[in-house]
């Protein structure tokens, strides 16, 4: 089976996730500089098959898109030009950052390491795929 990686994407640094083969566990697998993000992912592609590439969908809490919802439209418009063979889903990502700083403050991380923003970056993208995972089973 193929994995699916989900994207907290961000204009300057993107978290990725990735599941097993399987498609049943969500885990983090990088931080990567956005500019860098393509060849990031063709680089993990050679070597791991995928499926589906999820992006974290932001909202404001009144369901209407937020201000990035431009640049991951644009971003959006090159994975396909460039993955033509790949799934390209969508996940509300309302309150992973959130989300992700308590995870991180209940696993016992240091405030130092929590103030690492590729940390909250990855762990975010976690909790992306992770609730794609749960919607589509």
């Known amino acids: 089976m193929k994995r699916i990686i989900a994207l907290d ?12 083969p399987m498609q049943i566990i969500a885990s983090g ?19 791991e098959p995928v499926s589906t590439i999820v992006l974290g969908e932001p ?17 959006i418009l090159t994975l396909k030009a460039e993955f033509p063979g790949i ?12 989300m992700a700083v308590q ?11 929590r103030q690492e923003k590729g940390r909250v970056d990855q762990i975010s993208a976690t909790l992306i795929l992770q609730a794609y995972l749960n919607r589509i089973s």
């Open 9 to 20: 994407f961000g204009t300057k640094r993107t978290g990725v996730a990735v599941t097993d």
């Open 29 to 47: 697998l990088d931080t990567v500089l956005t500019p860098d993000l393509i060849s990031f992912l063709k680089s993990y592609m050679v070597t």
């Open 59 to 75: 909202k404001q809490m009144d369901n209407t898109p937020s201000e990035s919802e431009a640049a991951i439209g644009s971003f």
């Open 87 to 98: 799934e390209i889903a969508r996940q509300d990502e309302r309150f992973t950052s959130k």
């Open 103 to 113: 995870a991180m403050i209940v696993g016992g991380m240091k405030k130092k390491k």
